[in-house]
């Protein structure tokens, strides 16, 4: 597997979810299992199959995550002297030629994407527009509805 690209913050969320998944959800998943057997029967013990499809998720949550911290190559682009460039971590103010619109984002990992929060992912077309421009460069974004151009007004490292 490859590294995968992850800021420090997405880094931090993964490893909170893994400390809660392995200290919270496992064992009341355990428990749960536990209950469930009492109840006699696990043939027909719709509780007991549900407990263990949730163990199954939580299981395999956790191996994808530990995967993913394993390789991961976290970039911290708050120690990366900004050179006027868009890179992964950098956040990014475009205008938006067609609509005439100004919208901030920050160009993260795949794990760590949100457009509702203005996190776009370092595959999507519109970051990989982005990287490598810099403040007054146009980046040409291909959409289903056409050519879409964005000006880059201000690139920062935060």
Same mark, same amino acid.
């Given at each position: 597997?490859?590294?995968?690209?992850?800021?420090?913050?997405?880094?931090?969320?993964?490893?909170?979810?893994?400390?809660?998944?392995?200290?919270?959800?496992?064992?009341?998943?355990?428990?749960?299992?536990?209950?469930?057997?009492?109840?006699?029967?696990?043939?027909?013990?719709?509780?007991?199959?549900a407990a263990r499809e949730q163990q199954s998720f939580?299981?395999?949550?956790?191996?994808?995550?530990?995967?993913?911290?394993?390789?991961?190559?976290?970039?911290?682009?708050?120690?990366?002297?900004?050179? =006027? @460039?868009? *890179?992964?971590?950098?956040? %990014?103010?475009?205008?938006?030629?067609?609509?005439? &619109?100004?919208?901030?984002?920050? $160009?993260?990992?795949?794990?760590?994407?949100?457009?509702?929060?203005?996190?776009?992912?370092?595959?999507?077309?519109?970051?990989?527009?982005?990287? =490598? @421009?810099? *403040?007054?460069?146009?980046? %040409?974004?291909?959409?289903?509805?056409?050519?879409? &151009?964005?000006?880059?007004?201000? $690139?920062?490292?935060?």
């Amino acid at each position: 597997m490859t590294n995968i690209p992850m800021t420090v913050a997405g880094a931090e969320a993964l490893r909170n979810e893994l400390k809660r998944l392995k200290s919270e959800d496992r064992p009341r998943i355990i428990q749960a299992i536990a209950d469930a057997r009492e109840h006699g029967d696990l043939k027909e013990n719709a509780e007991y199959h549900a407990a263990r499809e949730q163990q199954s998720f939580c299981e395999g949550r956790i191996q994808e995550i530990e995967a993913k911290l394993s390789n991961a190559q976290i970039i911290d682009v708050t120690k990366l002297q900004n050179n =006027g @460039k868009v *890179v992964f971590g950098a956040t %990014v103010t475009v205008y938006n030629t067609k609509t005439d &619109e100004e919208v901030t984002y920050r $160009v993260v990992g795949d794990d760590e994407a949100d457009i509702k929060q203005n996190l776009i992912s370092v595959n999507s077309p519109l970051a990989r527009a982005l990287i =490598g @421009k810099e *403040v007054d460069d146009v980046a %040409v974004v291909t959409t289903p509805s056409g050519e879409v &151009e964005y000006e880059i007004v201000n $690139v920062e490292y935060l």
